[in-house]
């Protein structure tokens, strides 16, 4: 006697599950079967919006970035650059990013850039399934409470 069971067609179990047209993808799971890749680019916006939401950061990105950014606003049919003041590398299955941030005039430095970390972290991480191994965090300048907004209101005349 054999250890296989025979079918009504006469043929083994396992010979029927062979030619199952559901056998030929049991090899894994479908997430294992292809690469995904994720761009630098993808990773910076999430970063970028995860900063921002962080109270105490008044804005991204060194003085100058900001100047252009703000010309570059300006122009129609441009865009806000939601990436400005983050640098991603990104690996595989890891990611280092490197923010440059201004803060309001009156909050911990040190308070801000921890809380921006975690959400830098907590985000990208969700969202990508990226292990994230380091956020560097550069404080470029401080926003003065009399200081004039970089975009000034207009004027209607």
Do not use: C, W
């Not at 010979?15 to 630098?40: F, Q, W, Y």
């Not at 995860?50 to 606003?73: L, N, Q």
């Amino acid at each position: 006697m054999t250890d296989m069971t025979e079918n009504r067609g006469g043929e083994s179990e396992n010979a029927a599950v062979r030619r199952s047209p559901l056998a030929k993808h049991s090899g894994g799971d479908a997430g294992s079967r292809g690469r995904t890749t994720i761009a630098d680019g993808v990773v910076e916006k999430i970063a970028g919006l995860a900063a921002r939401d962080v109270d105490g950061v008044h804005a991204m990105g060194s003085g100058m970035s900001r100047t252009f950014g703000a010309v570059r606003d300006r122009v129609p049919g441009g865009t806000k650059s939601v990436s400005r003041g983050v640098k991603a590398e990104v690996g595989e299955v890891q990611a280092a990013l490197d923010l440059e941030i201004v803060v309001e005039y009156g909050v911990s430095i040190a308070d801000v850039a921890r809380d921006v970390r975690e959400n830098v972290i907590t985000a990208v991480e969700r969202m990508t399934g990226l292990e994230v191994v380091e956020v560097n965090i550069a404080v470029s300048d401080v926003k003065l409470p009399d200081e004039e907004e970089e975009e000034p209101e207009r004027r209607i005349q």
